[in-house]
């Protein structure tokens, strides 16, 4: 049974902060991981991708994944308040995707202005 | 325009009932998915789609059963509707990209209400 397991919150930041996000995972086989980001009410939304060990940046986003210790994280510098949302960490096994992500079941983030 | 689009956003249905939601992808992807949230917001994939290859998850009872009349489309059809059933329905399609990375899309969901 794949498991991604993240601490549901609510993690709450200041305006301007660093907010960081964590996320493991059960499967040593999981080839790709993801960050999603769901408005209440909304669907979730593609923010990052990560396939290898190291940091990889896009803009104010930071995933870091280690697959040694199963471990992919989301950094947000000057996190603002349109920030504030769910964050849903993905994985997969396989390279193609074709048997679908597993989620974790988000952490919940709020930015304080 | 919408990369991957659901009809209907909402449903309200009675148990007992059948019904279909309809999804489609214009962005040529070649493979489906459904997925369900339920009400404590955790997201599970149900069903992929992949050149006339279904997979299911095992969890899923033989009342769901996906469609797809072409590539572009892939229906969800419930037949017997039960009260656990309420949840939100996402579609979603990947796109493959070079290197084998890929991105997921979802559609916008439908609420499903089961009374």
């Known amino acids: 049974q794949k498991e991604v397991e993240q601490n549901s919150g609510p993690l709450s930041v200041p305006e301007g902060a660093i907010a960081s996000l964590n996320c493991t995972y059960s499967?040593?086989?999981?080839?790709?991981f993801f960050w999603y980001r769901q408005y209440s009410g909304k669907s979730p939304e593609l923010i990052m991708s990560?396939?290898?060990?190291g940091d990889k940046e896009d803009g104010r986003f930071t995933a870091q994944l280690n697959k040694a210790s199963q471990y992919v994280s989301l950094l947000i510098r000057d996190s603002q308040p349109s920030d504030s949302a769910t964050y849903l960490c993905?994985?997969?096994?396989?390279?193609?995707?074709?048997?679908?992500?597993?989620f974790g079941k988000g952490t919940h983030l709020i930015i304080q202005p | 325009d919408t990369a991957v689009s659901q009809t209907p956003k909402y449903l309200v249905t009675q148990m007992g009932n059948d019904k279909s939601i309809k999804c489609e992808q214009n962005?040529?992807?070649?493979?489906m998915y459904w997925y369900k949230q339920d009400s404590k917001k955790f997201l599970k994939i149900m069903f992929s789609?992949?050149?006339?290859?279904?997979?299911i998850n095992e969890t899923v009872p033989n009342r769901f059963s996906p469609k797809s009349p072409d590539k572009a489309h892939l229906n969800l059809h419930i037949n017997s509707l039960e009260l656990g059933d309420s949840a939100v329905y996402f579609c979603?399609?990947?796109?493959?990209?070079?290197?084998?990375?890929?991105?997921?899309?979802f559609g916008p969901g439908t609420r499903l209400t089961v009374t």
């Open positions: 499967d040593r086989g999981s080839q790709s």
């Open positions: 993905a994985v997969n096994e396989y390279g193609g995707g074709a048997d679908g992500l597993t």
């Open positions: 979603a399609s990947t796109l493959l990209r070079d290197g084998g990375t890929y991105e997921q899309y």
């Open positions: 962005l040529g992807h070649d493979t």
């Open positions: 990560i396939y290898s060990n």
């Open positions: 789609y992949n050149n006339k290859e279904l997979i």
